[in-house]
């Protein structure tokens, strides 16, 4: 009996000391002053031009030391680096763009994105950092696997880009790489923008032959078109309107990817092959066999579906629309068990969903979220919340930012954004990861 009550007022003091190391952190949390995300730099919208500044400064200063052929656990140590300094930018700038209410930071975040995927472009053709990886990846010396799997995938990646292609070729790919993440940043605009269509100036952006697909528009020049209250000139540009569905983004990879350039067939080939399924053949083989043994019951709940829509809308004929699954099988279960989804949702108030949340961490993985409280500037906006996930052995292990409430011109979804990555600094020292997950609800309901 003596060691259980010792054993509980240690377990007491502990967790008395931990608390108290907590409340510690939050003091010091609530004194200092950030920037967005807790980057010291991004206090203000101009802040994202010296955020690119220094990353790119940092990294160049790391290619230099690379292109000197250290040894490979600092070959590899610096490419870490250099990572992290060149996806903090891009990371940060690709959440702003989507979530900040202020005009300014997103326009801002913007010209950061643009600057920092130029030089990445840079980075992923330089022959230095190529051949420093190639030697690493070839080093028998090289005793932790860690580094010679890293090791491996950059050089997959650098490959992925071209670099080991013939001059012209790899000319055609960066060029292509380009145009991809011109497109993909007008795309995810337009769905927030104006659903249904994307609008790609010039005309000479997309390739002759697949003109015919396209409507064809026409503004007064690309500045214009992009949101700038002022025109240069009067001249007419040509473009086309792409409609968002899937047909037309099939079209878009065809010709966006490289894959015929790399040696592919296809750009399925290409996207997968690095990958465990190796093949657009093992894919769709799987894809076949899953269909066939799901088939007969899935064909079973559509038809009670489609059964269910006819009783209610009082039409003999009735299909099932893409949006009609969800609608009416919520209407079946509240049909069905007398079941209100209004009703369960009152006992499933947010802040009730996050405690539960931190129950369920605790018993599956032992350990805990914290609510912290966010230090001035380092907010977007006054509903989100940030928590810190804390084990009693590992200790602290990382971040997680909630934006989880609707509002106007917010990303239209659920999504998860890295911040910053978690990566070791030195023998005593961790860089804590940080991520942020995006809902848009008006309500919380768990079912």
């Not at 030089?119 to 080093?139: G, R």
């Not at 917010?410 to 990555?421: D, L, T």
Request: glycine residues 4%; charged residues 25%.
């Amino acid at each position: 009996m003596s060691t259980l009550i010792r054993r509980a007022a240690s377990s007491l003091r502990l967790r008395f000391l931990h608390n108290q190391c907590n409340l510690e952190r939050i003091r010091s949390h609530r004194l200092h002053t950030s920037g967005l995300y807790g980057f010291d730099l991004l206090k203000t919208p101009k802040g994202f031009q010296r955020f690119v500044d220094e990353a790119i400064e940092r990294s160049s200063e790391l290619v230099t030391y690379i292109s000197g052929m250290p040894s490979s656990a600092e070959i590899i140590r610096a490419m870490d680096e250099i990572s992290d300094a060149v996806c903090s930018v891009v990371d940060s700038a690709e959440l702003c763009r989507h979530t900040h209410p202020d005009r300014e930071f997103v326009e801002e975040a913007n010209k950061a994105s643009m600057r920092i995927n130029e030089y990445l472009h840079y980075l992923n053709t330089n022959h230095s950092l190529y051949h420093a990886v190639m030697k690493v990846e070839n080093d028998r010396n090289l005793l932790s696997k860690e580094a010679k799997r890293a090791a491996h995938y950059l050089r997959v990646d650098f490959e992925k880009g071209g670099i080991h292609l013939a001059a012209d070729k790899l000319d055609r790919v960066n060029q292509l790489h380009v145009d991809i993440a011109h497109l993909c940043r007008e795309f995810s605009e337009n769905i927030i923008t104006d659903p249904g269509s994307v609008d790609i100036f010039p005309a000479s952006r997309i390739p002759k032959h697949l003109h015919h697909l396209f409507k064809p528009i026409y503004g007064s020049n690309s500045s214009t078109l992009r949101g700038s209250s002022r025109s240069r000139d009067n001249i007419k540009e040509k473009g086309f309107r792409i409609t968002t569905e899937p047909g037309t983004l099939s079209s878009i990879l065809q010709w966006a990817s490289d894959a015929e350039i790399m040696g592919y067939k296809s750009y399925a080939e290409f996207a997968v092959r690095p990958n465990m399924a190796s093949s657009p053949e093992v894919v769709m083989s799987f894809l076949l066999e899953m269909s066939k043994m799901i088939r007969p019951k899935a064909d079973e709940e559509f038809k009670a579906i489609r059964d269910f829509k006819k009783a209610r809308t009082g039409q003999i004929c009735e299909d099932l629309e893409p949006w009609d699954e969800a609608y009416f099988t919520g209407m079946m279960k509240s049909s069905a068990y007398n079941l209100d989804s209004s009703v369960v949702a009152s006992y499933f108030p947010l802040h009730q969903c996050i405690e539960g949340l931190k129950v369920l961490v605790e018993s599956l993985f032992g350990a805990t979220f914290h609510s912290i409280p966010l230090a001035p500037g380092e907010s977007w906006h006054p509903d989100v919340l940030k928590m810190s996930l804390h084990h009693p052995e590992e200790g602290d292990l990382g971040y997680l930012y909630l934006d989880l409430c609707s509002r106007k011109d917010k990303y239209p979804g659920c999504a998860h954004f890295a911040i910053k990555g978690g990566r070791r600094l030195s023998e005593t020292e961790y860089q804590l990861p940080e991520f942020n997950i995006e809902n848009q609800i008006s309500f919380w309901i768990l079912l």
